[in-house]
């Protein structure tokens, strides 16, 4: 199997535009590089739909797992399989985090386990990258050409708080976002190569 590296972070922490420097920052790696993420297969408009409307725990649960599962299957898994390396833009820990506070604060009809349970069949990262940034970072980059945040500042706080104990937990390789793009990719394609050395030719 190739090896699968995991892109987390709060909203607007840069994660996409990492992930498009890294195609050239990883250039000396000995296998190739494939990109997975969110919102890539057919049911990328029905989740934007949701996430603006604020769609229910169990409706987020059901269709970021098929989301995500399309593109396991159809791209990431046969990429690991050939040997590749894989990056993938929010992967299993996004749902988690995100689930563990919404359920916190509404009735649902499913609980924290149901989320693990459904998205237990893939894959578990090689290496998770989390990208630190602060919630006030991530509404100022708005005003700087980022993208929206669709959540509030005290949920996106406690969602920061999720991450930093899943960190902790899981062993993430954990990034200062707060610096320009250029250096936060230059550091994540480090910490790339020094945990993934044997797919470099040089380190």
Known sequence: MGKLVVF??????G???VIERLKVLLENCNV?????GELRSPLA?????????????????????????????????????????????RYVDSAIVYRTVEL??????INLEFV???????KEADLTIYIDISVETAFKRIKQGWGKVLYNPEFL????????????????CVINGESSLGIVANRVGRA????????????
């Open 116 to 122: 693990k349970s459904i998205n237990q069949p893939f």
């Open 157 to 172: 706080e406690k969602v920061r708080a999720e991450y930093l104990k899943l960190a902790i937990k899981k062993r993430y």
């Open 32 to 36: 190739p590089v494939t990109v997975c």
């Open 45 to 89: 408009s029905i989740l934007r739909e949701l996430l603006n409307s604020e769609g229910s725990p169990f409706l987020k649960t059901y269709f970021f797992a098929c989301d995500r599962a399309w593109s396991y299957e159809r791209i990431g898994l046969p990429a690991l399989q050939r040997g590749e390396l894989v990056l993938w833009d």
């Open 104 to 109: 916190a604060n509404v009735s649902s009809k």
């Open 15 to 17: 994660k996409t535009s």
């Open 8 to 13: 987390e972070g709060i909203d607007n922490a």
């Open 192 to 203: 790339i190569q020094q945990h993934l050395k044997e797919l470099f030719l040089c380190i």
